[in-house]
C-alpha cells in the first residue's frame, strides 16, 4: 500500500539535491506542502521540520517530521530518509516514514520516493484513505515530480507550470463543454431551424435534413467527451481548430446570410479555435503525473 514515484530528470545532482533538500525551494514545487520550515539542530542531530497544507477556506493541516539519514554511496547514489506525523485533528495521517533516493542514469538522474503512513480515525478512516485520499496524494506527488523536472530541464519555474495548468484546464474543459453543448440542445434536444437551414443550403435532401442533423449532434457530442476523456492528447485540439475554419468557411460560401446574425458561426468559432490554440500552446509547460512511474521495475526489467 505504499506510495512509489519514480521520474527521470535531465539534470546535476547538484540541482535536483537543492531543489528537493532546501525547504523554501522544495515548498514551490510539492502541491503536498504550502510551508516547510527547518528547525535548528546541534551537531550530531536529526534534522527536524515543520510542514504546514492549506486545504482551502482559511483552513490548513500542520504536521512535523525529521531527517532520519542521507547516505552518499561510492557509485554516486544519494538516499535521504524521513518519518513524519500530526498532531492536527483535521489531519487524516497520523504518522508515517519513507526515503528519496537518486540514482545517478546516463544523461540524468533517476529521482524516486517510496512513502507510507498510518490513518486516525479508525475504519472510516483506512477507507476514506483507501479510496479517495491515498490515490490523491500518489498523484500529487507524480504531478510534483513532473513539475520539477520542467523546472530543471526547461526551466519553466513552478510558479509558471501552474498557472500553465490551470489556463489548460480551463480552455479544454470550455472547448469539450461547446463541443458537447451544440450537439446536445439545437442539435439532439431542441433541433434549431437555423442549423436546419444551413445544411439545407449545403443540398442536404429535404428528407434527410433531420436525421443528418442528429448524426452530426451525436458526433459532436461524442467528439467533445472524447476531448475530455484524452485528456493530454493534443490531437482532438488540433482537429478542433481545423473543423472550426472549415465550418466558418463552409456557412460563408453557402449561408453567408448568417454570419451576421447575433449569435454567429464568426464569433463562436474564432472563440473555440482560440481557446483550443491556448491549450496547446501552454501544454507542454503543464505537468502530468502520467510521465511518472508508479510502480518499481521487476529485477527482470
Not at 467533445?224 to 481548430?241: A, C, D, E, F, K
Request: hydrophobic share 45%; glycine share 8%; charged share 20%.
Amino acid at each position: 500500500m505504499g506510495i512509489y514515484v519514480e521520474i527521470f530528470i535531465r539534470g546535476t545532482m547538484e540541482d535536483l539535491w537543492q531543489k528537493t533538500q532546501e525547504p523554501s525551494i522544495h515548498q514551490r514545487w510539492d502541491l503536498r506542502f504550502s510551508e516547510i520550515e527547518y528547525l535548528a539542530r546541534a551537531s550530531g542531530e536529526a534534522q527536524k521540520f515543520l510542514y504546514a497544507t492549506r486545504i482551502g477556506a482559511g483552513m490548513r493541516i500542520e504536521g512535523a517530521g525529521e531527517s532520519t539519514g542521507e547516505h552518499d554511496k561510492g557509485n554516486g547514489q544519494r538516499t535521504s530518509a524521513l518519518k513524519f506525523w500530526s498532531e492536527d485533528p483535521k489531519s487524516l495521517i497520523r504518522s508515517g516514514s519513507g526515503y528519496w533516493k537518486y540514482i545517478p542514469a546516463e544523461g540524468g538522474i533517476i529521482f524516486l520516493t517510496w512513502y507510507d503512513y498510518e490513518t486516525r480515525f479508525g475504519m472510516l478512516g483506512r477507507a476514506v484513505d483507501r479510496l479517495g485520499f491515498r490515490p490523491l496524494l500518489g498523484w500529487a506527488t507524480a504531478w510534483s515530480f513532473d513539475r520539477l523536472r520542467l523546472w530543471i530541464e526547461q526551466g519553466v519555474a513552478p510558479e509558471s507550470s501552474r498557472v500553465s495548468a490551470l489556463v489548460y484546464a480551463l480552455s479544454r474543459l470550455v472547448v469539450g463543454f461547446v463541443w458537447i453543448y451544440q450537439g446536445i440542445v439545437p442539435k439532439l434536444i431542441f433541433p434549431s431551424g437555423d442549423e436546419l437551414r444551413m445544411l439545407n443550403d449545403s443540398g442536404i435532401s429535404p428528407a434527410y435534413l433531420s436525421i443528418t442533423l442528429r448524426a452530426i449532434g451525436w458526433a459532436e457530442l461524442c467528439f467533445g467527451v472524447l476531448l475530455l476523456v484524452l485528456w493530454r492528447q493534443l490531437w482532438p485540439l488540433r482537429l478542433t481548430i481545423a473543423a472550426m475554419i472549415l465550418a466558418f468557411l463552409a456557412v460563408g460560401f453557402r449561408s453567408s446570410q448568417f454570419l451576421a446574425a447575433a449569435f454567429n458561426p464568426t464569433t463562436l468559432n474564432a472563440a473555440v479555435a482560440a481557446l483550443a490554440a491556448i491549450s496547446l500552446v501552454v501544454a507542454k509547460q503543464v505537468p502530468t503525473a502520467s510521465r511518472c512511474r508508479r510502480k518499481p521495475q521487476s529485477p527482470e526489467s
